[in-house]
């Protein structure tokens, strides 16, 4: 079983920066998609930012030039860079991987890290 560990949230004040890290365990097979979601209160989930294993990179238009995803292969782990942080970016984050077996893709979720930016 595929778990998703993840760290790094916490209170912050607006314009400041946090890391936040996930990291999986429990599978052999290629990690493709590692991401961040977040879900603020009343909202629906949404991607934030995503990385695939060969690098390539997708955020959402709020995040893009504040944040940073990054990845390190070798130790299934995936990172957020938040830079420039506002209180709308106050929400529950959420790492998600998918993992592909025989051609078919798993989507694991953690279990989410809260992030609070305000004065």
């Known amino acids: 079983q595929v778990q998703l560990v993840e760290s790094g949230g916490g209170l912050v004040q607006p314009g400041g920066s946090l890391r936040l890290s996930c990291s999986a365990s429990?599978?052999?097979?290629?990690?493709?998609?590692m991401g961040w979601y977040r879900q603020a209160p009343g909202n629906q989930r949404e991607l934030v930012a995503g990385?695939?294993?060969?690098?390539?990179?997708n955020y959402a238009d709020s995040v893009k030039v504040r944040f940073i995803i990054s990845r390190d292969n070798a130790r299934n782990t995936v990172y957020l860079q938040m830079n420039s942080l506002k209180p709308e970016d106050t929400a529950v984050y959420y790492c998600?991987?998918?993992?592909?077996?025989?051609?078919?893709?798993?989507?694991?979720w953690g279990q989410g890290t809260q992030v609070t930016v305000s004065s």
């Open positions: 998600k991987a998918g993992v592909s077996k025989n051609r078919v893709v798993y989507w694991y």
């Open positions: 429990g599978t052999d097979f290629s990690i493709n998609f």
């Open positions: 990385i695939r294993s060969g690098g390539a990179t």
